[in-house]
């Protein structure tokens, strides 16, 4: 089944796929590898091989099951652009969004290049958000850059971890910048000023910005729980969600 989630800008994780294989500095304290090492030990089906890629045909229809209207986070444990997945796959995945109209989903990769591959003369369905991982600036940017190319209704950047100051970013074309600091026990540290930035300009450039967490260091610069550290940027919470088409149905 897919699985209720505790992700703030999310409700609900679903996941046709789950393993993946590390391409960036954003990856080096992978949380769902983490997770998919205990799910193998505890038996759940689908990791028994631990992270390693594995495709899972028998979800693909979960979001089918559900007439409520979900937020779906699709692969909060892969990436369904890996390079090992199959576009013969990826046309199932989205084929179950097109049957699902009602329901939204967010989509986030790392592999920009193969995520730009893929739509190439083609549109990404009306409720499905597309979003890419910005952890540095080397790396971000050029992402920021191949996401921009794709034609979709909604175009997102997830900068968690956010490892160093990005500097200046040019938004345009994107939707909805999501910033985060990195969790578990050996987190790197956030610096506030570097989520002050974007803040900045995204409100400078009209994009809905939204403060995940500073996970494990606080914006005092001390480490500490996740749920101490909180998500408070400069004494408040900043949860702004990107304008929903009116084509596209969600309440």
């Known amino acids: 089944m897919s699985t209720k989630s ?10 046709p796929m789950v393993g993946c294989s590390k391409v960036s500095s954003g990856c080096k304290y992978c ?16 990791y028994e091989n631990g992270f390693k890629l594995n495709l899972l045909p028998e979800r693909l229809e979960q ?3 559900r007439k409520k209207p979900t937020k779906y986070f699709v692969n909060s444990m892969s990436d369904l652009f890996h390079e090992e997945v199959p576009f ?17 989903y967010q989509i986030l990769t790392k592999r920009a290049d193969r995520m730009a591959e893929y739509f190439f003369n083609k549109s990404a369905p009306r409720n499905a958000w597309l979003g ?22 909604i175009r997102f950047l997830s ?18 910048v999501i910033v985060g600091g990195e969790s578990g026990p050996n987190a790197r540290e956030m610096k506030p000023e570097w989520a002050e930035n974007i803040r900045i300009q995204c409100d400078e450039q009209n994009i809905a910005f939204f403060f995940k967490q500073w996970g494990g260091w606080g914006a005092d610069g001390k480490k500490r729980s996740k749920k101490a550290n909180g998500r408070l940027l400069n ?15 969600y309440s």
Not at 90 to 104: A, L, W, Y
Not at 132 to 153: C, H, P
Not at 159 to 176: A, T
């Open 6 to 15: 505790k992700i703030e800008w999310t409700e609900q994780t679903w996941n």
């Open 31 to 46: 949380y769902a590898e983490v997770m998919a090492q205990r799910l193998q030990a505890m038996g759940t089906p689908g």
């Open 63 to 65: 979001p089918l099951k």
């Open 88 to 104: 013969s796959y990826i046309d199932k995945v989205f084929d179950v969004m097109e049957r699902t109209p009602q329901h939204i």
């Open 132 to 153: 890419v991982t910005v952890e540095n600036r080397k790396q971000g940017l050029r992402r920021i850059a191949k996401l921009r190319s794709v034609d979709a209704n």
């Open 159 to 176: 900068v968690e971890p956010l490892l160093e100051d990005l500097g200046e970013v040019d938004f345009s074309d994107i939707h909805w």
């Open 235 to 249: 004494g408040k919470t900043w949860d702004d969600m990107p304008r929903i088409d009116a084509a596209v149905s």
